[in-house]
């Protein structure tokens, strides 16, 4: 029978330590944070997913898929659907899984571990930072849920509102995609671009009790390749690298890659082609994320609206998975509707190896 160790207990801890209960393995899941034997630590943040991403068991732990709207220069539908994670249902799982949950530190020697303790935050990170309130009611100017709305303008850095329904209220929240800046830097000027769209749409909304969040995802870094074990030791979500650099989405990968990541442990190893496959997927998108970085507002509503208009799996290959060629087929496509002289696209002509060098968090200065 094999025994294995989970640091961390995120949501990427827990669902690998569910998925290797159903294997019938012994599971020991260790992380500080856990405030009393058998519970989970707790996870503030919402999390939402793409369907098309998550397995089909992974759907039992997610809201009734719903249609998301897209707003970049006009409106339209997100062709791929879209559902929020319940995380009391994943966690009700973990805990009534027979693992052990504990806050005491790994045992020295142990084997294997599964590191799922987050992504590093030194160094040349890229963030995804938004700030947004929860709301008891739906919003009166609309009640489709917002996947992304680029309609507004905003100065630098730019961001886009996201709103969707969850089990805590009606989320709306002000998000930059990708940025250098530091996140504390952009808290306050967030709130404040939202509470003005609030006011322009839902007046009378600060009458209302809300909550709010703060998200700061560190992107382009990790501990290790999810791929390359360190001896004993493998990495899983953010820590191997699973947070996509394009949507700052790490808890569907974990869902999409758990098994894989289970069966590499059991024996079976890592396929050297897929490997590679998949580490070209990552650098392909940090370089979107240094591009995105770069860009003001106009020209990101631009490139979305034409992102928004290739067909469906092309969107699906860029923000899901881990396929290097599907990732590449989609930039070539994208390049097709913007044209290579888009403002979107000059850095990789004004100076492709600093871009190239940056991307790669090996560049100096930006």
Not at 97 to 115: H, N, R
Not at 216 to 232: D, H, Q, V
Request: glycine share 8%; hydrophobic share 40%; aromatic share 10%.
């Amino acid at each position: 029978m094999v025994v294995v160790h989970i640091a961390g207990a995120g949501p990427a801890g827990a669902i690998a330590a569910l998925r290797a209960r159903e294997r019938g393995w012994t599971v020991n899941l260790h992380d500080p944070r856990v405030p009393s034997p058998g519970t989970l630590p707790p996870w503030p943040a919402t999390y939402g997913s793409l369907v098309a991403e998550l397995p089909g068991w992974a759907l039992d732990f997610y809201s009734q898929p719903y249609a998301a709207r897209v707003h970049t220069r006009s409106a339209a539908t997100l062709p791929h659907e879209y559902a929020m994670l319940n995380k009391p249902d994943l966690r009700a799982a973990v805990e009534r899984s027979g693992a052990t949950i504990t806050s005491d530190p790994l045992p020295q020697g142990v084997s294997p571990v599964l590191d799922c303790t987050g992504a590093p935050t030194a160094g040349r990170v890229y963030w995804q930072v938004a700030v947004g309130f929860f709301l008891p009611f739906l919003p009166d100017a609309s009640t489709d849920p917002i996947f992304m709305d680029w309609s507004t303008p905003t100065s630098d850095p730019p961001s886009f509102l996201y709103a969707q329904p969850t089990d805590q209220g009606y989320l709306w929240e002000e998000t930059v995609l990708a940025t250098r800046a530091a996140p504390e830097d952009l808290l306050d000027e967030l709130q404040s671009r939202l509470e003005s769209r609030l006011d322009k749409h839902m007046p009378g909304w600060r009458e209302s009790e809300m909550k709010r969040e703060v998200v700061a995802i560190p992107m382009g870094t990790r501990k290790r390749a999810f791929w390359r074990p360190a001896g004993s030791t493998y990495y899983f979500g953010a820590a191997g690298g699973m947070v996509n650099p394009a949507t700052g989405y790490s808890v569907s990968p974990a869902f999409a890659q758990v098994d894989a990541m289970l069966d590499a442990i059991a024996g079976a190893g890592f396929s050297r082609r897929k490997a590679l496959d998949a580490e070209a997927a990552r650098f392909l998108r940090c370089v979107g994320a240094e591009l995105i970085s770069r860009a003001d507002h106009a020209t990101l509503r631009d490139f979305f609206a034409a992102f928004f208009r290739l067909d469906a799996q092309y969107q699906l290959d860029y923000l899901t998975g881990h396929s290097g060629r599907a990732v590449a087929r989609t930039m070539w496509e994208l390049r097709k509707q913007t044209g290579f002289s888009h403002p979107f696209l000059c850095p990789l002509w004004k100076n492709p190896r600093q871009l190239l060098l940056a991307a790669a968090g090996k560049a100096r200065k930006f």
